[in-house]
């Protein structure tokens, strides 16, 4: 059959830039292995169906080890490797990471290499994607990770993860499954792949490092109050503390436990318009001066709708003061109605309170605030808060952060009058 070349009239296709695919040459395969196997269309088709599924996936959440971890499972399926691996720089040490590894390099989580270093650390230095049909043979390879994990590295692909010219890190793929080595078809996918999981890992950092801020923001605004009440001094951080081993019971989710935490740091924050006079007031207080203390969760609220980036932690601080029997404030809300946090740190407020020294009593005993959370459990708290509390409080967890607060408060003596709480737990709850 005779050949027919184009027609003049059509255009060549453009040469593609050298600079735009720059990859180290692929050195022979290593003895026994299998020459590279052409996918049909219809292999490629769901290739490339799969790694759409898995972008999708990556790019739909903010957490970092989800990202990391979606990532992986994803090229290893889709690429049909033995095992992967995620670096990460860590620029002030001029040193590459494991950021995260598969079940097979588990052992050698601890281990760093020096950018340029290893195939991972000559992709880094240089920002260029590299495929290596027999690793043993290649000067680049180290053979730190394999003594570590008892893993024998036969063909590797290594994508740097880069973030507009920036690189944050390698993206590591090891031994073909059907015991190939990996192809050019397998690193543009592999690019693709490392593009996607670069973008969510950059953003999710951007996340952790704007969360982070928010929390030093929160505790910036708990000491402003605890600056003005020589009394509570380190009260905001035993009901953190109280509260996220109560947490540890009840909640599981990560984004609920973050904002419970914030909530907790911030319960107090509407006492900043509460009168010094009626704050640090050295005796109880009448019904004027209740009424504005009262009115503080109504003004933490307006102040936290304000700022914005605050607003999910406005039901935990503003209903800390309800009651399980829907007699507590603002809004008298019962059992259930109230939100899980603000539940969870009425226990933990109250019981900071009676167990810490204030300038009209002296602080209880441990087991008699216990005895008084027991007794008021299904009335003023939650019972699954308080029964949450009681679980820490065997487990030794509680006496070990009391023990801390006593440590710092050397005058501290537990009053052990427990006739004095015959009015009930609400008579210690005024100043909080």
């Known amino acids: 059959m005779r050949l027919v070349p184009p027609r003049k009239s059509r255009r060549p296709a453009p040469a593609r830039k050298a600079a735009s695919r720059k990859v180290a040459p692929r050195k022979p395969a290593g003895r026994g292995a299998r020459p590279v196997r052409e996918l049909t269309a219809t292999a490629r088709l769901a290739q490339l169906e799969k790694l759409l599924e898995m972008s999708k996936k990556i790019s739909s959440t903010l957490k970092i080890e989800e990202v990391l971890r979606t990532g992986m499972a994803s090229a290893e399926e889709v690429l049909g490797a033995d095992a992967s691996s995620i670096w990460e720089i860590d620029a002030p040490k001029g040193e590459i990471f494991f950021r995260v590894v598969s079940e097979e390099g588990t052992s050698a989580k601890g281990i760093r290499l020096k950018i340029g270093e290893g195939v991972a650390g000559w992709v880094v230095q240089n920002k260029?994607?590299?495929?290596?049909?027999?690793?043993?043979?290649?000067?680049?390879?180290?053979?730190?990770?394999?003594?570590?994990?008892?893993?024998?590295?036969?063909?590797?692909?290594c994508v740097p993860l880069l973030v507009n010219e920036d690189c944050i890190g390698a993206f590591q793929l090891l031994n073909k499954k059907s015991g190939e080595f990996f192809d050019e078809h397998d690193l543009t996918l592999a690019q693709m792949l490392a593009g996607q999981i670069a973008v969510a890992l950059d953003n999710a950092r951007l996340y952790q490092e704007k969360r982070k801020t928010l929390h030093h923001v929160a505790l910036a605004l708990a000491d402003v109050i605890e600056m003005r009440d020589e009394y509570t001094g380190g009260h905001v951080q035993r009901v953190i503390d109280y509260s996220m081993l109560i947490a540890e019971k009840l909640m599981k989710d990560e984004e609920e436990l973050e904002t419970l935490h914030l909530s907790a740091a911030l319960h107090d924050i509407g006492k900043i318009a509460v009168p010094d006079r009626v704050l640090n007031k050295q005796g109880p207080l009448d019904s004027e001066e209740f009424r504005l203390m009262k009115a503080h969760p109504e003004t933490g609220t307006k102040m936290l709708l304000e700022t914005r980036i605050l607003m999910q932690i406005i039901p935990g601080m503003r209903h800390h003061h309800e009651r399980w029997d829907g007699k507590g404030y603002p809004e008298g809300l019962k059992g259930e109605a109230a939100p899980l946090q603000a539940r969870i740190i009425a226990v933990a407020d109250t019981f900071d309170a009676m167990t810490t020294n204030r300038p009209y009593r002296k602080g209880l005993a441990l087991e008699i605030a216990i005895e008084e959370l027991r007794k008021y459990r299904g009335t003023q708290f939650c019972p699954a808060s308080v029964d949450a509390f009681l679980k820490a409080h065997e487990e030794g967890k509680v006496r070990i952060l009391l023990k801390q607060y006593h440590a710092s408060q050397p005058q501290f003596v537990p009053d052990p009058d427990e006739n004095r709480l015959r009015e009930g737990v609400g008579e210690l709850r005024r100043d909080l």
Not at 135 to 149: C, E, H
């Open 128 to 157: 260029q994607p590299v495929l290596i049909a027999d690793a043993q043979q290649d000067p680049r390879f180290s053979r730190k990770v394999d003594s570590a994990t008892k893993f024998v590295t036969t063909s590797m692909l």
